[in-house]
């Protein structure tokens, strides 16, 4: 039986309070689906990755790794005079080769690291800086373009989709989803018609933020523990309907109309092949400065570190001897180097 749906946007118990599934019970519904692949797009992080990676290989099933980032137009800015988050907009990222992924690994951090403001965020420079590999979606109800052509802004709307052709190629698709959100179908329009005026592909996505019907109960109370100050707007979008739904209803029963979109998900599955070799130490690439190697680039930082110390050592100790120190370091540069661990110090 020919391949019929992959699902792209996935989320897990990584999503953190925002959605139910464990990692392991997407895959096992996933094999009881005989879906060949799938995603995993937790928001603004990459937690689950590994466990995903290693669960769905063991299953048999072709891992997508991902992420849904959260967007801003500056990561350092902040406004503190709200009481609540903002629902920022967000784009769904797959990696699709070992550069994506170490792409998505980047993106992630300065999420943390440097954006986050109530959600770990990133800007378009960022973005586009690490662009390379990664394979753009719009994520729907709160995606960047949807949230300017649900407020009226279709000249901006029209300028950020042309934004993301032009930085992804024709590796960014536009969503289509059918999740029975009021105003959804209305939308999908729109993102259809400026799909084709731009020549963007469509994909269709049904945002699984459970396994089955019967947990939206569960994932609403879930929503009241969530930490005071979250908008509820942000969690309008998802309904009884965004569960991981069976691939043939995917693509006959909601999407038989739009069959490009269905054929999508299978190719964008197929793009996607990031193989991560376990087992491996996974160490920094250092860009040594010119003539320089690895080697005599860390040799060169060693020693004047110990200059920059030398003045300290003798203070503490004025018997200290110069040639001891570098002996000592040499020793400990060539073990270093001897190890293979030049690229880590």
Same mark, same amino acid.
């Given at each position: 039986?020919?391949?019929?749906?992959?699902?792209?946007?996935?989320?897990?118990?990584?999503?953190?309070?925002?959605?139910?599934?464990?990692?392991?019970?997407?895959?096992?519904?996933?094999?009881?689906?005989?879906? #060949?692949?799938?995603?995993?797009?937790?928001?603004?992080?990459?937690?689950?990755?590994?466990?995903?990676?290693?669960?769905?290989?063991?299953?048999?099933?072709? #891992?997508?790794?991902?992420?849904?980032?959260? !967007?801003?137009?500056?990561?350092?800015?902040?406004?503190?005079?709200?009481?609540?988050?903002?629902?920022?907009?967000?784009?769904?990222?797959?990696?699709?080769?070992?550069?994506?992924?170490?792409?998505?690994?980047?993106?992630?951090?300065?999420?943390?690291?440097?954006?986050?403001?109530?959600?770990?965020?990133?800007?378009?420079?960022?973005?586009?800086?690490?662009?390379?590999?990664?394979?753009?979606?719009?994520?729907?109800?709160?995606?960047?373009?949807?949230?300017?052509?649900?407020?009226?802004?279709?000249?901006?709307?029209?300028?950020?989709?042309?934004?993301?052709?032009?930085?992804?190629?024709?590796?960014?698709?536009?969503?289509?989803?059918?999740?029975?959100?009021?105003?959804?179908?209305?939308?999908?329009?729109?993102?259809?018609? !400026?799909?084709?005026?731009?020549?963007?592909?469509?994909?269709?996505?049904?945002?699984?933020?459970?396994?089955?019907?019967? $947990?939206?109960?569960?994932?609403?109370?879930?929503?009241?523990?969530?930490?005071?100050?979250?908008?509820?707007?942000?969690?309008?979008?998802?309904?009884?309907?965004?569960?991981?739904?069976?691939?043939?209803?995917?693509?006959?029963?909601?999407?038989? $109309?739009?069959?490009?979109?269905?054929?999508?998900?299978?190719?964008?599955?197929?793009?996607?092949?990031?193989?991560?070799?376990?087992?491996?130490?996974?160490?920094?690439?250092?860009?040594?400065?010119?003539?320089?190697?690895?080697?005599?680039?860390?040799?060169?930082?060693?020693?004047?570190?110990?200059?920059?110390?030398?003045?300290?050592?003798?203070?503490?100790? #004025?018997?200290?001897?110069?040639?001891?120190?570098?002996?000592?370091?040499?020793?400990?540069?060539?073990?270093?180097?001897?190890?293979?661990?030049?690229?880590?110090?």
């Amino acid at each position: 039986m020919p391949v019929s749906f992959v699902h792209l946007q996935v989320h897990s118990e990584y999503s953190l309070l925002s959605a139910l599934p464990t990692v392991r019970e997407l895959v096992a519904q996933a094999a009881r689906l005989r879906l #060949p692949a799938l995603a995993l797009t937790d928001f603004g992080n990459l937690f689950g990755a590994i466990e995903f990676y290693t669960e769905a290989m063991r299953a048999g099933i072709k #891992p997508i790794l991902g992420m849904e980032a959260y !967007l801003c137009a500056d990561h350092t800015a902040k406004d503190p005079s709200g009481s609540r988050a903002p629902v920022y907009p967000r784009v769904v990222l797959l990696a699709r080769n070992m550069r994506g992924w170490k792409n998505l690994i980047r993106l992630s951090s300065l999420g943390y690291l440097e954006g986050f403001y109530w959600r770990p965020r990133i800007d378009h420079a960022q973005l586009a800086a690490h662009a390379d590999g990664l394979v753009a979606i719009t994520s729907g109800w709160h995606g960047e373009i949807e949230q300017l052509i649900r407020a009226g802004r279709t000249s901006e709307a029209e300028a950020r989709a042309r934004w993301y052709r032009e930085v992804f190629g024709s590796r960014f698709f536009i969503a289509v989803q059918r999740t029975g959100v009021e105003g959804q179908e209305e939308l999908n329009e729109r993102m259809v018609e !400026l799909a084709r005026r731009h020549d963007i592909p469509l994909v269709a996505t049904n945002d699984v933020h459970m396994l089955h019907p019967s $947990d939206y109960e569960i994932y609403r109370t879930m929503l009241r523990i969530q930490p005071a100050g979250r908008s509820d707007e942000e969690t309008v979008n998802v309904t009884e309907e965004c569960f991981l739904r069976a691939p043939e209803i995917m693509a006959e029963d909601l999407f038989g $109309d739009l069959p490009e979109a269905v054929a999508n998900t299978v190719a964008i599955a197929r793009m996607c092949n990031v193989d991560l070799p376990f087992g491996q130490y996974q160490l920094p690439e250092v860009e040594p400065p010119e003539g320089l190697t690895q080697e005599d680039y860390l040799r060169r930082l060693a020693y004047e570190g110990l200059d920059a110390r030398w003045p300290e050592i003798t203070a503490r100790n #004025p018997k200290a001897k110069r040639a001891d120190y570098e002996q000592r370091l040499d020793f400990e540069l060539a073990t270093i180097a001897r190890m293979g661990y030049v690229g880590y110090f």
